[in-house]
């Protein structure tokens, strides 16, 4: 690219998140939440698939094995078969029945377990979130909580440390994390961010073991050493950059989703690629893999 950023899947989204490299298929997987559909998109290609789905959908993340996806959905996490509709079934419910709440970001680790935070959709001032693991065999446990919107778990290299976030409240907590026992300690503050830097939302680490962060509501993405110290700003002509992941086959190519929620028409008028997948120009940098749920046998 000859550009700093360049807009490659302008698919409209009221809010996309949950891009996900599948090495295994080539493709590109996301979801628009409040659009409830979801997105698998071949690099490079003119026209992307999508599916419909009953409920707020947060995030797809592929199974190590087979067609199926993991979706987290408003009532919990499901196993979903897509072919010419979409069809699921429940493997947790921890909010079966409560419509004001859902989940909305997750990573998978080194175990095939997925990390996933959850929030109250009816009222974000309310610190009803929590920070779940759905084991690979479909145990569910939960591991933190108070969180207004939980979002952007993202784990390092060598599966020591996870990093969550509260986006109303500006701030990454970083995690002690054990993948094999399933176990998280030692919570801290690893960044607050200043009002005139937005919110902290989807977040992933590069093989340097630096952090690219996207600031909804600060129409940028940064990228920070593993101490939190900014080393480059990339500003976006989008006010709401969602999530950010590495893909293609070398894993240099980096991502970038957005949301037009809450914009006005003249808001939209000014900042019409907003809901759009930009790719940004790494500069040599290459990412981690995007990890499958389960472990293949």
């Known amino acids: 690219m000859s550009a700093v950023f360049e807009p490659c899947l302008r698919i409209g989204a009221i809010v996309g998140e949950g891009l996900h ?3 295994r298929r080539g493709c590109l997987w996301m979801v628009d939440i409040h659009g409830r ?10 026209r992307w698939d999508e599916w419909a789905v009953p409920q707020l959908v947060g995030w797809a993340i592929p199974f190590a094995e087979g067609p199926a996806l993991l979706l987290g959905l ?19 419910q921890p909010f079966g029945g409560n ?4 989940l909305n970001d997750a990573k998978a680790d080194r175990s095939g377990a997925v990390w996933a935070g959850s929030m109250n959709e009816a009222d974000m001032s309310r610190s009803d979130g929590v920070l779940y693991r759905l084991a690979s065999d479909g145990t569910l446990t939960q591991h933190d909580s108070g969180y207004r919107v939980s979002n952007g778990p993202a784990i390092s290299a060598d599966g020591t440390t996870l990093l969550h976030t509260d986006t109303l409240r500006r701030t990454i907590y970083a995690f002690d994390l054990d993948e094999a026992a399933g176990r998280l300690a030692n919570k ?3 960044k607050v961010f200043a009002e005139d830097e937005g919110y902290p939302d989807g977040m992933c680490f590069d093989d340097e073991g630096c952090v690219w962060v996207a600031h909804w509501g600060g129409s940028c993405i940064s990228r920070f050493s593993p101490g939190a110290t900014l080393l480059r700003r990339v500003a976006l002509p989008v006010p709401q950059p969602t999530t950010i992941c590495f893909a293609g086959p070398g ?9 037009r929620l809450g914009l006005s028409e003249a808001e939209l008028a000014a900042r019409p690629l907003s809901g759009s997948v930009f790719e940004i120009a790494t500069d040599g940098v290459r990412g981690r893999p995007s990890l499958p749920f389960g472990t293949p046998s």
């Open 21 to 23: 490299w599948d090495a």
């Open 37 to 46: 559909r979801v997105i698998c998109w071949q690099l490079d290609a003119r």
């Open 74 to 92: 408003q009532q919990g996490f499901a196993r979903a078969e897509l072919g010419d509709g979409l069809s699921f079934d429940w493997i947790a």
């Open 99 to 102: 419509n004001a709440m859902r």
């Open 188 to 190: 801290r503050i690893w």
């Open 251 to 259: 894993l240099d190519r980096l991502f970038v989703a957005s949301a």
